[in-house]
């Protein structure tokens, strides 16, 4: 098959090809998406760091931290499991996402009521200021606006996404907080400039959803239906509650137990080390409809190329990005202020802990599908070992305050996510789902020697003609040597035809979650 990697294009069948294609096709958008995301986020970390200094930043990201926690929890796992209700609805798909708007809104109401009424959850150990207590009704529009990218992309819409979260809201974010710094609200001036973020963000997800769904005809609230709905996502919902845990549960305690300012450099660090998880993130959502119609059809083998073809150039590509950060990762953390280069430690740990966790990742996407019950149990397992490795491993008295021990417990976490979920989701397809392969380890080699001599040459230097010779070099070498065949489709813009086939590929109907 042409997703295998392993054969040519013109070997695969032309259904396999065109699926192949969107699969590249969805992931060629979202990853110009994330390269615009990477400019705006790091604006925002120079001027929070350099303007707002390491402890207000600290108390941000745990502010923010709680506020998408109940937002994610607010969406319910539609984020992921609109698809399914909308395949079985083909007529009436406006219908399915006005319930799960509806549904996202009841919850997100009521996650923001209890955080509007007890602001110190999201404020511990700090002075609370005006604004404070009610940061939290922000809520309802990043769960909505979730939803509604949701549903567009059930369609092959990436664009509404790459607009919404790649453009316009990490730049009003950098723009507003850097106008904000130089006025008399620059003690909330990153708040603000969040709550301004995500209702631009809002209006542009909500936009393009209304103009492709409009209003459901003949719709109704229909309790049990809501209920039904809630019911049977509530598997996806667990899983999104594990995959935040296992993102954000260094932060949780060290807030806990660390001072705002640790918890503002080890952000910084998580920050700058989570580019490369969106890597992945950018075939989420052409990847979940190519999978549901695959394994509705018993295509199981198909199903687990497509895994191992998405997972194969997610390595590719963090591979990359990782050596690149890692190796002038001193230079990249200094760049946001003095304080900042002590967590050179804690950013090559949660940069192993990208290459770790993207496998499981992956597979989790087809999981969700073919045994939620078991992913849900194996991603909460891998929740409770983070979290006891993590207090294990947090020194209080380390020169982090227990940064890289949270780090460290991260990665181990990870690689356990890695493996076990892989294997399961190979017994569940009868094929192999990794994409490891050899030509990652031999593009890699010759990059760390090179990085080598770039950690020589003055820092300016390391951040700019270094950085930048790093990912090209080993792009060149991955290109030339470890893209092979269908690999080519991610970058190719050639296939016209097989692209026009892909875009009217049927969405086939839903897959019953295994309850197991």
Same mark, same amino acid.
């Given at each position: 098959?042409?997703?295998?990697?392993?054969?040519?294009?013109?070997?695969?069948?032309?259904?396999?090809?065109?699926?192949?294609?969107a699969l590249a096709k969805g992931g060629r958008t979202s990853f110009?998406?994330?390269?615009?995301?990477?400019a705006a986020r790091f604006p925002f970390l120079f001027i929070a760091g350099r303007l707002y200094g390491a402890e207000a930043l600290g108390r941000f990201a745990y502010a923010t931290m709680v506020v998408e926690l109940a937002a994610m929890l607010a969406t319910l796992g539609l984020r992921r499991g609109l698809a399914e209700d909308m395949a079985r609805r083909p007529d009436d798909e406006a219908g399915?996402?006005?319930?799960?708007?509806?549904?996202?809104?009841?919850?997100s109401l009521l996650g923001a009521a209890v955080l509007v009424l007890l602001p110190e959850l999201l404020f511990p150990a700090t002075r609370l200021h005006p604004l404070d207590r009610w940061f939290a009704a922000i809520i309802p529009f990043i769960a909505l606006a979730d939803v509604a990218l949701a549903g567009l992309a059930f369609h092959h819409d990436i664009g509404a996404q790459v607009r919404a979260r790649s453009i316009i809201?990490?730049?009003?974010?950098?723009?507003?907080?850097?106008?904000?710094?130089?006025?008399?609200?620059?003690?909330?001036?990153?708040?603000?400039?969040?709550?301004?973020?995500?209702?631009?963000?809002f209006f542009a997800a909500m936009a393009p959803a209304v103009r492709r769904f409009g209003w459901p005809s003949g719709w109704r609230p229909d309790p049990a239906r809501l209920w039904r709905l809630v019911r049977t996502n509530s598997p996806l919902?667990? /899983?999104? $509650?594990?995959?935040? *845990?296992?993102?954000? +549960?260094?932060?949780?305690?060290?807030?806990?137990?660390?001072s705002a300012e640790v918890v503002g450099i080890y952000y910084v660090a998580q920050q700058i080390a989570s580019l490369p998880q969106r890597l992945k993130s950018s075939f989420d959502p052409i990847l979940g409809p190519v999978l549901t119609?695959?394994?509705?059809a018993g295509n199981l083998a198909k199903a687990a190329s497509h895994v191992r073809q998405i997972s194969f150039w997610v390595a590719a590509a963090q591979l990359g990005v990782v050596l690149a950060f890692g190796l002038v990762g001193k230079a990249a953390m200094g760049l946001f202020g003095p304080a900042f280069a002590s967590g050179v430690l804690v950013l090559a740990a949660l940069l192993t802990v990208e290459l770790f966790a993207a496998?499981?990742?992956?597979?989790?996407?087809?999981?969700?599908?073919?045994?939620?019950?078991?992913?849900?149990?194996?991603?909460? /397992?891998? $929740?409770?070992?983070? *979290?006891?490795?993590? +207090?294990?491993?947090?020194?209080?008295?380390?020169?982090l305050g227990g940064g890289v021990g949270a780090a460290l417990a991260l990665a181990i976490a990870a690689l356990l996510q890695s493996v076990v979920k892989s294997r399961l989701l190979q017994a569940r397809l009868g094929q192999p789902v990794a994409g490891w392969r050899l030509s990652l380890l031999l593009a890699g080699l010759p990059i760390i020697?090179?990085?080598?001599?770039?950690?020589?040459?003055?820092?300016p230097i390391q951040l700019t003609i270094g950085f930048f010779g790093l990912l090209g070099s080993y792009g060149f070498i991955i290109w030339r040597f470890g893209f092979k065949g269908a690999d080519r489709l991610l970058f190719s813009r050639g296939l016209k035809k097989i692209e026009t086939e892909a875009a009217e590929l049927p969405l086939g109907p839903v897959v019953p979650g295994d309850p197991r």
């Open positions: 098959m042409a997703a295998t990697g392993g054969c040519t294009l013109a070997e695969s069948r032309p259904s396999d090809a065109a699926e192949t294609a110009f998406g994330y390269v615009l995301r990477l399915a996402l006005m319930d799960a708007l509806v549904v996202a809104l009841i919850a809201e990490p730049w009003v974010l950098s723009i507003a907080a850097l106008a904000l710094a130089f006025t008399a609200w620059k003690g909330d001036g990153m708040l603000i400039a969040y709550l301004l973020s995500m209702v631009a963000a919902a667990g /899983a999104d $509650l594990s995959e935040w *845990g296992a993102r954000r +549960l260094d932060i949780f305690i060290l807030g806990r137990f660390a119609r695959n394994l509705a496998q499981a990742a992956v597979a989790e996407s087809a999981l969700i599908y073919v045994a939620r019950g078991r992913n849900l149990v194996w991603s909460l /397992a891998g $929740l409770v070992v983070q *979290g006891v490795l993590t +207090l294990i491993l947090v020194p209080m008295d380390g020169p020697g090179l990085g080598l001599i770039v950690q020589r040459t003055p820092e």
